[in-house]
């Protein structure tokens, strides 16, 4: 089971890749709401809000009670992009650190830390008396 949430959550950095050009190849008002339009960081946070959101539902799709699963991803989606904001400007304030390799690893590992409470919630939610 481990292994399906961290599965989602590389097709979840993978989509999001994917959402960064998805307004070049298609510029309409739908697509304005799913991928960034322009160059700002509160443009570029809807690369993990979108694909962060899908995942969830993909994951919570055969739960029997969702809605212990659905604590860890609701704080995973709101952590993802304070985990981004955070480290992207310390990095860039604190540090003058900048670039798109820097922006690459911080997105993955924003990506990956919010998908982290979700799979320690998960774990605790489907852990029985002999695993305690």
């Given at each position: 089971m481990?292994?399906?949430?961290?599965?989602?959550?590389?097709?979840?950095?993978?989509?999001g890749?994917?959402?960064h050009?998805?307004?070049?190849l298609?510029?309409?008002?739908?697509?304005?709401?799913?991928?960034?339009?322009?160059?700002?960081?509160?443009?570029?946070?809807?690369?993990?809000?979108w694909?962060?959101?899908a995942?969830?539902?993909?994951l919570?799709?055969?739960?029997?009670?969702?809605?212990?699963?659905w604590c860890?991803?609701?704080?995973?989606?709101?952590?993802?992009p304070?985990?981004?904001?955070?480290?992207?400007?310390?990095?860039?304030?604190?540090?003058?650190?900048h670039?798109?390799?820097?922006?690459l690893?911080?997105?993955?590992?924003?990506?990956?830390?919010?998908?982290?409470?979700?799979s320690?919630?998960?774990l605790?939610a489907?852990?029985?008396?002999?695993d305690?």
């Amino acid at each position: 089971m481990k292994r399906k949430w961290w599965t989602v959550c590389f097709l979840s950095i993978l989509a999001g890749s994917a959402l960064h050009f998805l307004y070049d190849l298609w510029p309409n008002p739908l697509t304005v709401v799913f991928a960034p339009v322009n160059e700002s960081v509160w443009e570029h946070l809807k690369l993990l809000y979108w694909p962060f959101l899908a995942a969830a539902f993909v994951l919570t799709k055969d739960e029997a009670d969702g809605r212990k699963s659905w604590c860890g991803l609701l704080a995973g989606l709101l952590g993802a992009p304070l985990l981004l904001l955070g480290a992207y400007y310390t990095l860039l304030s604190g540090f003058t650190l900048h670039g798109l390799p820097l922006d690459l690893i911080l997105y993955a590992l924003a990506m990956v830390g919010g998908f982290g409470p979700v799979s320690y919630t998960h774990l605790r939610a489907h852990e029985t008396s002999q695993d305690l």
